[in-house]
Structures are given as structure tokens and as C-alpha cells.
């Protein structure tokens, strides 16, 4: 798997306990380990434990390793009387770091049947009393790095989250029975049928790009802040939709290769792809699986679970292109934040009526594909530890996408998010949005 995104790295910048005293900081931390455990509850014991692809982990093992961080970088460190609930966890949940021992492989997660689906949740239980323990009672002389290692720690469980869902999507994908993970979701309020595809203007200059990691929280890869010229651009006011992408698909996308990049052309050959990721067609017509069961395909809602070559294809096709992440990022400064994130309740996109004067839809629904690769900002520097060992060394092979999706804390969320995946990458919930040249 590449390291996605929601393993990112560790923050420049950090609250400290004099601007948010550690027993808020518990609150917060007990609030978000209970959503990831609100997660599974759907789930029959047989779910959390399959791996369907090496890209996914078991359920199971999510919960173990965002329990493995706190435990690894917080408790062992910083509370002397810690002790861990079994040694070899350490060696069974470590993700990618390296510096601090060895992962157990990726691709054999599927195989650890024990611990048991029990004794993760024990081991969860574990943790979160000895991390009570030491938020209540900080060593002062630590109080502060505890403190930045714990919303770390946090936002790494929230990315985790969203891996979940769709790490279960996948999961339940593969059996021909098409099960729910929930049959009570949210549906959407009313119809919505967006509008034509509008184009927005911007202006060729100078702009500033990424986050000023001396203010609030930010991962590394957000920044420094730097300037970057830009042309003159458009950008399309929504995402491209279902029924865009099937006309696409109807003409014969899949089919013409002048339409792909050459590593896409030989993907498409390879996989067999004739159209998204989950998507089934059946007489009366196309159905995708959903986090809510097999159902038809909304043509207006956001076309997701697209790689970055079929979005890129499409642009092609439709003689346009994909944004740069500073074009992106430019766009959405001043949007809304608001969106359809995983607190709605519907864990699917939606449709949303854009209106031509501003941009809908750039935070929440789907991440969006960027036409920019996953390369470090002007004056970035990898962060001395583990902490900070793996963000610097993942940027080669990568895309960018931004702005969040329905399966995405809406608190995890801001402009300068750099979420990334490998170009052919499908089962997140990926759409994107077109631009072209002024």
C-alpha cells in the first residue's frame, strides 16, 4: 500500500496546555476513540478481519494501530508506570516506521486471526485508561510535546477513520450477497439536479499556497507557506457527474487509447476496467454497490471511485484538463467549508445544485483528483525522529487530491489538506472536478 495520505506525518505546529489545558484535550480524546468504535458497530465479527486487497486492512487492525500510536509515541515514553498489554503488539500494529522497529508486512494483516476481535478492544480499553491517567496528570516538565503528540494522535485516528469505511466498502464489495454495512442512512433531503457545467474565472498572478505552519494545526506537507505564479485559469463550478462519466463511458472511453496515458492504457487492459470502481450494469440499468447496499446510480450526484487516470482520461476527452493543487487550493480559499463529510450520515456523495457564480462541492462529497504529482513545497524539510520519518519519503509515484469527502470528519478537514494516492488508485471515494486554460 502506499502510505496514504491518512498516514501522513507528524505537525510543525501545534496547541500547547496554555492554550488548551490537557483535561479539554481528554474530552477530545475520548469524543474521537469512541466515533472510530461508533464505526463497527455494524459490523458481524467475520467482517473485521478480512483483507480484500493488500491496499486494505482489517478492520481489526485499524483499531489496533491507532491504539499502537498513542500507546508507542505517548504512553511509553511519558508515563513511566505504563505498562503495555502485550509486548508483541508493537511489533503486529506498526505501520511504516521504520526508526522505531519492524512492521509486520503489510499484505499479511489479513493472516493474524489473534489477537481476536476482543482482545483488540481490550487492548483499546488498556490504552485509554492509562492516557486518561495521564491527562489528568501531565509531568509538567513533559505537559507540553504530550500535548502535541496527542492531537497528532488524533488526527491520525480521524484519517483512520475515514480509511475504515472505506476499508469495509471494500470489504463487503467482494461478496456476491452485496451487504449493507448500515440500512439506515441518511437518504438525501430532496432531488437536486445541478446545474450545466459553468466555468469560474481566476485571474493570473501571484498567490500564496499552503498552510503558515507557525499557526494552528497542519501536517508538514502543507507547507511552508510560499508564493507560486499561476496563469489565468478556469475551473468548473461542480464535480463531474454520473451521467457526465457515463456519456464518457458510452462513447467509448474505455475503448481509445489516444484518451490515456500510457500507464493508464495499460491498466485499463490489465484490470479489465469498462467503468468506476463498484459500478454493475444490469438490464434495466447501471447500479453501483454503496456503503447501503447494490442501488442504482445517482446521474447527478459526483462520479466516485475514479483513479487519477480515468479522471484524467475524461478531461482529455472532454478538452479540458485536471486543476493543479495550487489552482485548487486557490479556488477554495475563500469557500465554504461546509459539506457532505461523514456527520451527514449518508457515507455516499451527493448531489448538490451548483450555482454559476460561485463553486459547489469543493469540500465534502469526493476527493478530488489534481493533475499536480506529490512533490515537496519550496524550504520543506522532513521533521528529525519517527514522528516525522515517513511524509518526505512517500512523495515519488503519487497524486494529489484535496478537499475532503463523505466519509471525512468535517473538523479533519481545511484548503490546504494534501491528501494522496498512487495514480490508479479506485477505492477511495475519489471524483474531480475539470479546468482549463483562460
Not at 395 to 401: D, F, I, K, N
Amino acid at each position: 500500500m502506499p502510505p496514504l495520505a491518512h498516514e501522513l506525518a507528524s505537525p510543525q505546529q501545534l496547541d500547547t496546555p496554555d492554550t488548551l489545558h490537557t483535561k479539554e484535550w481528554l474530552r477530545r480524546y475520548q469524543r474521537i476513540r469512541q466515533a472510530s468504535e461508533r464505526l463497527c458497530e455494524p459490523l458481524c465479527t467475520e467482517d473485521y478481519v478480512i483483507q480484500s486487497m493488500d491496499d486494505v486492512s482489517p478492520p481489526k487492525w485499524h483499531l489496533a494501530h491507532v491504539t499502537w500510536f498513542f500507546e508507542a509515541f505517548i504512553l511509553v515514553p511519558f508515563q513511566p508506570r505504563y505498562r503495555p498489554l502485550d509486548p508483541i503488539y508493537d511489533h503486529l500494529f506498526n505501520s511504516y516506521y521504520e526508526t522505531h522497529g519492524v512492521p509486520f508486512p503489510r499484505p499479511s494483516r489479513g493472516t493474524l486471526s489473534r489477537p481476536t476481535v476482543a482482545e483488540v478492544y481490550r487492548f483499546r480499553a488498556h490504552v485509554d485508561t492509562a492516557m486518561a491517567e495521564l491527562l489528568e496528570s501531565p509531568p509538567p516538565e513533559h505537559a507540553e510535546e504530550i500535548v502535541r503528540r496527542v492531537e497528532l494522535g488524533l488526527h491520525h485516528e480521524q484519517q483512520h477513520q475515514e480509511l475504515l469505511l472505506m476499508d469495509i466498502k471494500h470489504i463487503l464489495a467482494q461478496n456476491p450477497l452485496c451487504p449493507a454495512y448500515r440500512d439506515d442512512l441518511a437518504p438525501p433531503q430532496e432531488e437536486e439536479i445541478p446545474d450545466e457545467l459553468a466555468w469560474l474565472e481566476h485571474a493570473a498572478g501571484i498567490r500564496e499556497i499552503g498552510h503558515d505552519l507557525q499557526t494552528g494545526f497542519a501536517y508538514d506537507n502543507e507547507g511552508p507557506l510560499h508564493r507560486q505564479f499561476l496563469e489565468a485559469f478556469q475551473l468548473a463550478n461542480r464535480p463531474v457527474t454520473n451521467a457526465e462519466f457515463l456519456a464518457f463511458i458510452e462513447d467509448g472511453g474505455y475503448t481509445r487509447p489516444a484518451l490515456w496515458l500510457s500507464d493508464g492504457w495499460q491498466q485499463v487492459g490489465q484490470a479489465g476496467w469498462q467503468a468506476p470502481l463498484y459500478w454493475v450494469k444490469r438490464e434495466e440499468g447501471w447500479y453501483h454497490y454503496t456503503l447501503g447496499g447494490l442501488r442504482p446510480v445517482d446521474p447527478q450526484a459526483p462520479v466516485v471511485h475514479v483513479s487519477f487516470f480515468e479522471a484524467d482520461a475524461y478531461a482529455r476527452w472532454a478538452g479540458a484538463r485536471l486543476p493543479s493543487e495550487a489552482e485548487w487550493e486557490v479556488a477554495a480559499r475563500d469557500a465554504s467549508m461546509g459539506g457532505n463529510f461523514v456527520e451527514s450520515d449518508h457515507l455516499q456523495p451527493l448531489a448538490a445544485a451548483a450555482r454559476g457564480s460561485a463553486a459547489a462541492q469543493l469540500f465534502g462529497d469526493v476527493w478530488e483528483w489534481t493533475g499536480s504529482a506529490y512533490r515537496p513545497y519550496p524550504g520543506f524539510r522532513a521533521l528529525p525522529g519517527t514522528l516525522g520519518e515517513y511524509n518526505g519519503k512517500f512523495m515519488s509515484g503519487q497524486m494529489v487530491l484535496r478537499g475532503g469527502c463523505c466519509a471525512t470528519p468535517s473538523d479533519h478537514i481545511r484548503p490546504t489538506y494534501r491528501n494522496f494516492f498512487p495514480p490508479h488508485a479506485r477505492w477511495a471515494f475519489s471524483g474531480f472536478r475539470l479546468a482549463r486554460e483562460a
